[in-house]
């Protein structure tokens, strides 16, 4: 004997069946099963549909909850805010009855340079001591020795070597060097 179907299960026919000449029948109760297997799919479809639709329905709910709180802080924040607004209206209201309007500023005076300051008798102490510490410098000739004394010092110490080294320059120098 070879075996028989895979399918309906049957044995070939004979010592010597033959799988060619083999004619399939169905087996009894394959409708049930098909049938039973049909119907647990569209069992578990629905299932699944509903487990979605519940889902939706939970998350909705848990949306419109949110929504809610959040209209009610919103509601709530309003109100706070427009008690402290009341409040402190009436706080300004309270303090214009109470206080008198505070002076006008007077107008601000120029600025006043210690550096440009024109007048002699001028007591402010910037302007007394730029004007001492230039009155000085004018003094100890800082200004007028720069101007004159450098083109004719430049045009002696050449005279007296200073193009012929540093040496002979330091040597016609008329000050003394240590």
């Given at each position: 004997m070879?075996?028989?179907?895979?399918?309906?299960?049957?044995?070939?026919?004979?010592?010597?069946g033959n799988?060619?000449?083999h004619v399939c029948?169905p087996?009894a109760g394959?409708?049930?099963?098909?049938?039973a297997?049909?119907q647990r799919?569209?069992?578990a479809?629905?299932?699944?549909?509903a487990r979605?639709?519940?889902?939706?329905r939970?998350?909705?709910?848990?949306?419109?909850a949110r929504e809610?709180?959040r209209?009610r802080?919103r509601?709530r924040?309003?109100?706070?805010?427009a008690?402290?607004?009341?409040?402190?209206?009436?706080?300004?209201?309270?303090?214009?009855?109470?206080?008198?309007?505070?002076?006008k500023s007077?107008?601000?005076?120029p600025?006043?340079?210690?550096?440009?300051c024109?007048?002699?008798d001028c007591?402010?102490?910037a302007?007394?001591a730029?004007r001492?510490g230039?009155r000085d410098?004018h003094?100890?000739?800082w200004?007028?020795?720069?101007?004159?004394?450098w083109r004719?010092g430049?045009?002696?110490?050449?005279r007296?070597?200073?193009g012929?080294?540093?040496?002979?320059?330091?040597?016609a120098?008329?000050?003394?060097?240590?």
């Amino acid at each position: 004997m070879l075996g028989g179907c895979s399918r309906c299960g049957k044995t070939y026919g004979g010592a010597n069946g033959n799988p060619l000449t083999h004619v399939c029948n169905p087996r009894a109760g394959e409708f049930r099963q098909r049938k039973a297997r049909r119907q647990r799919t569209i069992r578990a479809a629905a299932t699944a549909k509903a487990r979605a639709a519940d889902r939706d329905r939970q998350r909705a709910r848990i949306a419109r909850a949110r929504e809610g709180e959040r209209r009610r802080s919103r509601v709530r924040v309003a109100r706070l805010k427009a008690a402290y607004e009341k409040r402190l209206a009436a706080e300004r209201a309270k303090a214009r009855t109470q206080h008198k309007a505070p002076p006008k500023s007077k107008p601000r005076r120029p600025q006043h340079e210690y550096q440009s300051c024109a007048d002699k008798d001028c007591q402010r102490p910037a302007c007394a001591a730029f004007r001492e510490g230039y009155r000085d410098g004018h003094r100890d000739g800082w200004k007028q020795g720069f101007e004159q004394g450098w083109r004719q010092g430049y045009a002696l110490g050449w005279r007296h070597g200073y193009g012929k080294g540093f040496p002979d320059g330091i040597a016609a120098c008329p000050r003394p060097h240590k």
